[in-house]
């Protein structure tokens, strides 16, 4: 039985005698007592209607006050028996956090900053505040570590694509270069064997030539056209001396002579082919090469991604915060790693339509480097067609040297024992054998231009879209999310359930709608826009490329290399939009070239304006808001 402080003791209905006789015992004791105190108490006692409780007029001191304790009902007593357990319910015992403890100090954090249970999460900032097994500390490591995540998963998708554009320029690069030496080589030796020591005489006017070739294929200031021209106008001069040895030649009369070249077209029409062929097959070799390199630089700058401070918050939100509710075995659903990705690489999404257009450029151009501006068929033969040229200004020297004279006046005959000797007389008639295109060796490199074309082909198909895939492609990674598979076991954002989200699209205007991840619309990445701008110009070239116009070169060599892609960028801190990554070296170009260029220089400082004006206003709109 349970008895109430100060509660009487009343025998139950049940007692026996000897129960009943003890309790009035002591209700009379009792009375005894209180008669005993006597008094003005007693006569007021009396007074009270029969049955009413006695008080005392006075509260007797603590000591002297009797202690009895009386007994609950019955009822009451259960209903607190039941009630125990529910009571200790209420109030449910912290989970463990070993788990989550280990995976933490697995990341190479401090064990000590991670509880052993359960705590209250008031001190979060990003995740949920109920019981948590995050620290404040713990919290603030992880947003760092999805930060670090993030960026390696970009990263290892990123260098996979720009290690192949990387190598297939450094191959090209290789190649080019390598053929230049090779057809060099070649025509020195055989025409050292064919026409010796007269050769050997004017062997720079031929060496000049490859420095040249060289030159420009490197980025120098080299017009194709006029340096061919040139070239052919030397050896008219030194021919012509050689099929006249019983004149003499001043040099202004020499320089006459180069003025009829186009006229008499004392080579036959081996220059005319001969430089169509070079120069289309070395615009396209060169830009081609320098749209791979342009390529593999804008991948290294768009890829060093810099999430923003609200991408950040998503980042961990998603990765991390189910860490922090215990749930270290449940991975982000697929929807939702896409929206947050989607928001995270809104700008590199932008990148993507122009990517995309370069790409396509770059397939026609390797397309005629497979065709009719093919290097390496024009390259090989370089010395069988030279020397064709000279065969027919020897057969045809007696015509030109007439047609000449004729034009430019009689030359003076040399006295009698300083005439030069002919070119019969030199063995300067020695013709090379017809070449044929079968017997073309795999000359540079180890490989052929057929080879290494069709190779990077299939590369470049596999690039397209890739700016746009890429947020998909983070998403497939197992570590990043559960996949398309288990949609309702896998974490939303706020639990283990499913995202019920549609995706956003791609680009920064699209995330204006991101559930996820909030995207001010109206500050473009600057590093992206310079990036899009870069491929528009390389672009440009490899369009004038596929149509045979020389174009300028991009010195990629003196391209910033420090830049890193982020939605942070404050408009007034960021380089403007006229600042490309390449630097054009303007060379000199024919009439037709000039106007091309010149049209496209304008075409890009409109875009560049427009650009900075949309830009602009966008900011002020966001002010006036």
């Known amino acids: 039985m349970c008895f109430l402080p100060g509660q009487v003791r009343e025998a139950p209905p049940h007692a026996g005698p000897a129960e009943r006789s003890r309790s009035g015992a002591g209700r009379r004791a009792a009375g005894a007592a209180a008669a005993g105190r006597g008094g003005a108490g007693s006569a007021e006692r009396r007074l009270q209607p029969r049955g009413a409780l006695a008080r005392p007029r006075r509260p007797l001191p603590a000591r002297t006050m009797p202690r009895r304790r009386g007994c609950l009902p019955p009822l009451l007593c259960a209903l607190a028996a039941l009630s125990l357990p529910l009571l200790l319910a209420a109030e449910p015992r912290a989970k463990s956090c070993s788990e989550v403890r280990r995976l933490y100090a697995a990341k190479g954090f401090s064990q000590s900053e991670a509880p052993s249970h359960e705590i209250s999460g008031d001190h979060l900032k990003v995740c949920s505040q109920g019981y948590t097994c995050c620290s404040q500390e713990m919290e603030e490591k992880y947003s760092q570590q999805s930060k670090h995540d993030f960026r390696n998963a970009v990263t290892e998708l990123s260098n996979h694509l720009q290690n192949m554009f990387s190598s297939r320029y450094k191959k090209f690069d290789e190649f080019f270069k390598e053929l230049l030496e090779n057809a060099e080589k070649s025509l020195n030796d055989m025409f050292v064997r064919t026409y010796g020591r007269l050769y050997m005489q004017n062997s720079e006017l031929f060496k000049d030539l490859f420095v040249e070739l060289k030159r420009y294929y490197v980025g120098g200031n080299v017009n194709l056209e006029e340096m061919l021209n040139e070239f052919w106008a030397r050896l008219l001069e030194r021919m012509f001396r050689l099929v006249n040895p019983q004149y003499h030649f001043t040099d202004e009369y020499l320089e006459c002579v180069s003025k009829y070249t186009e006229q008499l077209k004392p080579f036959g029409d081996v220059p005319r082919k001969l430089k169509l062929q070079v120069t289309r097959a070395f615009v396209a ?11 593999r630089d804008v991948i290294s700058k768009v890829s060093a991604v810099n999430p923003t401070p609200q991408g950040t918050r998503a980042l961990l939100k998603m990765m991390y915060c189910p860490h922090c509710r215990g749930l270290v075995s449940v991975k982000p659903c697929y929807n939702y790693c896409f929206n947050v990705m989607r928001g995270c690489l809104a700008n590199q999404g932008d990148l993507d339509a122009e990517w995309n257009i370069f790409i396509d450029s770059m397939l026609l151009v390797a397309e005629r480097l497979e065709g009719p501006f093919n290097i390496e068929s024009v390259m090989d033969p370089i010395d069988v067609k030279i020397s064709d040229a000279i065969m027919n200004m020897q057969e045809n020297s007696m015509q030109v ?134 491929l528009r110009v390389m672009t440009n070239k490899l369009k004038n490329a596929y149509s045979g116009n020389d174009v300028d070169f991009i010195d990629i060599s003196e391209e910033s290399s420090g ?19 390449a630097t054009e070296v303007t060379g000199n170009s024919n009439k037709s070239d000039k106007t091309v260029n010149t049209s496209a220089a304008t075409r890009s400082g409109l875009s560049q304006a427009a650009l900075l004006l949309s830009i602009l206003f966008l900011a002020m709109q966001r002010q006036w808001r």
């Not at 070799?285 to 390529?295: H, P």
């Open 401 to 534: 040297s007439q047609k000449v004279f004729q034009g430019c006046g009689q030359p003076k005959t040399l006295a009698q024992g300083r005439t030069a000797r002919s070119v019969s007389e030199s063995g300067f008639t020695a013709r090379f054998r017809p070449y044929n295109p079968e017997e073309r060796p795999t000359t540079a490199a180890g490989t052929s231009l057929d080879r290494l074309v069709t190779d990077v082909k299939e590369k470049l198909k596999q690039a397209k879209k890739f700016w746009s895939s890429l947020p998909g492609n983070i998403c497939n990674d197992e570590k990043m999310s559960v996949g398309s598979v288990n949609e309702n076991e896998c974490w939303n954002g706020s639990a283990k359930s499913r995202y019920e989200f549609a995706v956003t699209a791609n680009g920064l205007a699209s995330q204006v709608n991101n559930p996820e991840v909030e995207v001010d619309i109206t500050k473009p990445d600057m590093v992206i826009r310079r990036q899009i701008m870069a």
């Open 285 to 295: 070799a060169r830009t081609f090469a320098q749209g791979l390199a342009v390529a």
């Open 563 to 581: 830049e890193e892609s982020g939605s942070s960028c404050e408009l007034q801190q960021c380089s403007p939009e006229s600042k490309f990554n």
